[in-house]
């Protein structure tokens, strides 16, 4: 069984990837990766040089690396990951995420037409529903949600699901496609809330929180979201769409907080800043079918899966601090200087 694993140098990516090694021993590995900001080789040097891994830099957008890639490999099933994944990059510059997003998925899908794959799987999101109200508890996500998107990467995401489901009907194409909350653990880039919380905290420098810090999400530990994709790829069915959510939703200004206690630091350093543009409130997803149909439920409760996490960041501080003493930089100073 080979798998082509997109953007597998990434966060949610290169967790997969691990979990993947490990649960089939059976499996070889091919990932094809970008190499943007977002990704990082160095998370993958342990397992470089093994015989089941292997790592190939291309863009998804590259129709002849991506046709040479597969015309090597014969690959049975792809899974992608690949995208450009922050919300707020996506407000500064929306055309790099149309671009990887959409497009990049577009030439992913037909060269598994073209090479006859069994199984191509979207690594989709929560966001493409839009958002829910504060003051609803009782309203969810599930599959059958409109799509309602906010924000480009979000629009992004949407068209590309749009397009797989499309890909699905008019040609046959065997695709599934996920819907994850947001995902936590090890690895991630500290663009986003948590590891920018973490690594800001541990440099005792500001912790922006947009707005109040009353916007809500549905958080997951990055290995059960892995599990689902792996269940999924085994026993989902073709042309369908898996939400995957553990009911663990959590105020921003909440997580924050909780971060400082872990680390021992003090509120003060929270500091409110302007909001984001179009900032959704609250997500949910309902994870009824993926449950009921696959038997998934997530194993990591969040009270350890944030000590786990936050532990993490303090054993592997060479993995962060270069990224955030680099390029970075600039990105933080454009980002959160003067907001
Ligand atoms: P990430 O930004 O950490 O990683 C993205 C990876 O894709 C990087 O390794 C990058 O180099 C690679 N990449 C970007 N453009 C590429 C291109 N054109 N060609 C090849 N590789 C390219 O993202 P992540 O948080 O790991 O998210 C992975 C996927 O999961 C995305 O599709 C995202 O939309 C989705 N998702 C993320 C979350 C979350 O909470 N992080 C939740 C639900 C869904
Ligand atoms: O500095 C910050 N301050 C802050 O208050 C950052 C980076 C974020 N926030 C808020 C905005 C959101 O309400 O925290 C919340 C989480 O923000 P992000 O980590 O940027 O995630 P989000 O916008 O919810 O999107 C994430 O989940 C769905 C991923 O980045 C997406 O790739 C995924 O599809």
Redesign the pocket.
Known sequence: MTIIV????????SNFIFYMLKAHLDYRIVC?????Y???LSTLAPIMGKADFRFVR????DREAVDGLFAEEKPDIVV???????VDRSIEDPGIFLQ?NIL?TQVLMDTCRKYGVKRFHQ????EVYGDLPLDRPDMLFTEETPIHTSSPYSAS?AGADLLVMAYHRTYGLPATISR????YGPY??PE?LIPLMIANALNDKPLPVYGEGLNVRDWLYVEDHCRAIDLILRSGKVGEIYNIGGHNEMRNIDIVRLICKELGKPESLITHVTDRKGHDMRYAIDPTKIHTELGWLPEMRFEDGIKKTIRWYLDNRPWWEKIVTGEYQNYYRKMYGGR
């Open positions: 997109t953007g597998g140098a990434g966060f949610i990516g094809l990766d970008k190499l943007t977002a990704g990082n291309a863009d998804i957008c992608n990951f690949a995208a450009e994944s922050h990887t990049g690594v989709s999101t929560d995401k994850c909350s947001n995902n991630q880039f986003k």
